[in-house]
């Protein structure tokens, strides 16, 4: 009897010749779907109109993907894609086919994408989606759509577990969840019993994810702006940034020292900015209004 699970997932389906749908972009997409839903309740139960919240969606799903991209790009993978820039704008991969819709290529879906890049991203389109739209406090926003982002995080890292990657590191095989990634990339080495760290992550974030929701359910906390924001910020990033010291290193990373990883590294502004986030909330609330 096998002490360790051997993890050979069908990962996408085909559709019609080249054209597949990857379960992982599934992921991705139940999680703007369900995102929609809760910042639909959100926004019903705030008095905010409806008018707004289709013009939120596409702000955040552009900022989320050209960030995640950008971010994958220039922290992980600049010598893969400096050599496939076409792969780089386009949810393709080289493919010897020729019936791709770009001649060559075959349709993928975005897979390739940084959390931290999406961050970035999410800002900034939170920012001018506030200026433009909403005109509340950025900080507002920023606490409700924490949320949603705490909640899709969870459907990404369950779409990496099945496209086999971001995976962990080698692991004692009479762990009875530990995983042997038959499909991984060869890059990340030996195929042996590993850890599931995309499993971990998804449930860690599911419980930071139940939190928060508490926290806003406390009128009085939800109305101090910049608070559910902190205190996501510290939860997320200071989590990924222990569960980093499991896996396996993602490719080219631009930084590693000190025994830290590109992720760890990129997390620790994020905690930083957390706190400050927090501080001034409790302490200088005009600052944040």
């Known amino acids: 009897m096998l002490k360790?699970?051997?993890?050979?997932?069908?990962?996408?389906?085909?559709?019609?010749?080249?054209?597949?749908?990857?379960?992982?972009?599934?992921?991705?997409?139940?999680?703007?779907?369900?995102?929609?839903?809760i910042m639909k309740y959100i926004?019903?139960?705030?008095?905010?109109?409806?008018?707004?919240?289709?013009?939120?969606?596409v702000y955040t799903v552009l900022g989320t993907i050209i960030g995640a991209r950008l971010g994958q790009i220039f922290f992980y993978d600049i010598s893969y894609f400096s050599d496939h820039w076409i792969e780089a704008f386009f949810p393709v991969k080289e493919n010897s086919s020729k019936l791709g819709i770009i001649k060559g290529y075959e349709f993928i879906g975005y897979r390739g994408l940084s959390s931290h890049g999406a961050t970035v991203g999410i800002i900034l389109s939170i920012f001018f989606y506030n200026k433009k739209k909403l005109k509340k406090s950025f900080f507002w926003i920023c606490d409700r759509l924490c949320i949603v982002a705490t909640l899709s995080a969870v459907f990404i890292r369950i779409g990496n577990f099945f496209n086999s990657e971001i995976v962990g590191r080698p692991c004692n095989s009479s762990l009875p969840w530990s995983v042997k990634f038959l499909q991984m990339d060869t890059g990340y080495g030996e195929i042996v019993p590993r850890h599931p760290t995309q499993i971990y992550e998804s449930i860690v974030y599911f419980f930071i994810f139940l939190f928060?929701?508490?926290?806003?359910?406390?009128?009085?906390?939800?109305?101090?702006?910049?608070?559910?924001s902190g205190i996501f910020f510290i939860l997320l990033w200071s989590s990924r940034f222990l569960l980093e010291f499991m896996k396996e290193p993602q490719g080219d990373e631009i930084i590693n020292m000190y025994s830290?990883?590109?992720g760890q590294w990129l997390s620790l502004p994020c905690i930083i900015f957390g706190i400050f986030i927090l501080y001034f909330s409790r302490k200088k609330k005009r600052f944040l209004s």
């Open 260 to 262: 830290l990883n590109t």
């Open 4 to 37: 360790y699970i051997n993890w050979d997932p069908i990962h996408k389906f085909i559709l019609w010749k080249d054209f597949s749908i990857h379960i992982y972009s599934l992921m991705f997409f139940l999680s703007f779907v369900i995102g929609w839903y």
């Open 212 to 228: 928060l929701c508490f926290l806003y359910r406390k009128k009085n906390i939800r109305n101090i702006t910049g608070y559910i």
């Open 43 to 57: 926004y019903r139960i705030e008095k905010i109109h409806q008018k707004y919240l289709d013009s939120l969606l």
